[in-house]
T-cell receptor
């Protein structure tokens, strides 16, 4: 069975602090894809990043960075120098390569609150 | 801005009403999805259309009826809903020609059943 766990339900930080959102996944498949989405209060799920299971390179995009470690089945997301606009719910998701219809398996989400 | 457009943004309907949610994308994606999201929960898959044909129905009650009139449009017809069906309904799309492509979501339609 496949599963995604985001153990942090809520995180509150003060602006300019760094914050890391944890994501741990479970699958027996060897080929899969991991995603992070951001959901602001407006409701839209905004795609942030996709990582393939065979590519363990970490990635940095501006203030955002992702650390993918297959050895610990983790795909953590760090926001550097957080801003109020980063306040949102963040979802980590897993999709298997051989998966009917491309179904996403979501974690429960982490609600990030960045206070000024 | 999202390239998946959903209308209406907000909908309030009575339990005896018939209404529809609409979704449109012009990215040439041939897979389209309906997800339902309750407050403080992750999205849950309802339906998947591949090449305009229904490929997955996640045991959704028949009061929800999806329709894919063409490769750009996806509708969700609503009839005799219950108050517990109140939720955010998200449409999404994806390319089919290559595996691993990203699923892109719309802004969602907030549905309240009274």
């Amino acid at each position: 069975a496949q599963k995604v766990t985001q153990a942090q339900t809520e995180i509150s930080v003060v602006e300019k602090e760094d914050v890391t959102l944890d994501c741990v996944y479970e699958t027996r498949d060897t080929t899969y894809y991991l995603f992070w989405y951001k959901q602001p209060p407006s409701g839209e799920l905004v795609f942030l990043i996709r990582r393939n299971s065979f590519d363990e390179q970490n990635e940095i995009s501006g203030r955002y960075s992702w650390n993918f470690q297959k050895s610990t089945s983790s795909f953590n997301f760090t926001i550097t120098a957080s801003q109020v606009v980063d306040s949102a719910v963040y979802f980590c998701a897993l999709r298997l390569l051989y998966n009917q219809g491309g179904k996403l398996i979501f974690g429960q989400g982490t609600e990030l609150s960045v206070k000024p | 801005d999202t390239e998946v457009t959903q209308t209406p943004k907000h909908l309030v309907m009575g339990m005896t009403n018939k209404k529809s949610l609409k979704c449109e994308q012009h990215m040439g994606h041939r897979a389209m999805y309906w997800y339902k999201q309750k407050a403080k929960k992750p999205p849950e898959l309802m339906f998947v259309y591949s090449y305009e044909k229904l490929s997955i129905n996640e045991s959704v009650p028949s009061r929800f009826s999806p329709e894919c009139p063409n490769s750009s449009l996806l509708n969700l017809h609503l009839h005799a809903l219950q108050p517990e069906d109140s939720a955010l309904y998200l449409c999404a799309s994806k390319q089919l020609e290559r595996s691993g492509n990203t699923i892109y979501f719309g802004e969602g339609s907030w549905l309240t059943v009274v």
